[in-house]
């Protein structure tokens, strides 16, 4: 055990980041095991929902940095190529439109 009050801190702060990780590493293996069951039970629609559940879970681990964004990248597309030859129709991800901004007025100019 530390002795070091800053070095006690990084120790508990350490356990806390490790007990965060481990909760979104898990939920990504889960997801993922949850589309392989989909893939083996050949129902488009359950294929489709779990690769979009895993999908998304990939992503959270990126944004957490829990894995890097290139092994998800790959993933993804193993998963997207999995679900092609099960029977699922591609997904698309649904992009959210860009909205403009109202241009910003200039201040009157004073007299």
Known sequence: MPIIKSAR????VAAKARARNLKTKRAMREALKA??????SG????ITKA????Y?????????????K???ATQ???LAVKAKK?????????SKPATKKPAAKKPAAKK
């Open 76 to 78: 993804k597309a193993k």
């Open 70 to 72: 290139n092994r998800a």
């Open 35 to 40: 589309f392989h069951a989909a893939i083996e």
């Open 43 to 46: 129902k488009a629609a359950d």
């Open 51 to 54: 690769q979009n559940e895993a």
């Open 56 to 68: 998304s879970a990939l992503d959270t681990a990126v944004k957490k940095a829990i894995i890097h």
């Open 86 to 94: 099960a029977g699922a129709k591609p997904t698309k991800t649904a």
């Open 9 to 12: 801190k990084r120790v508990k």
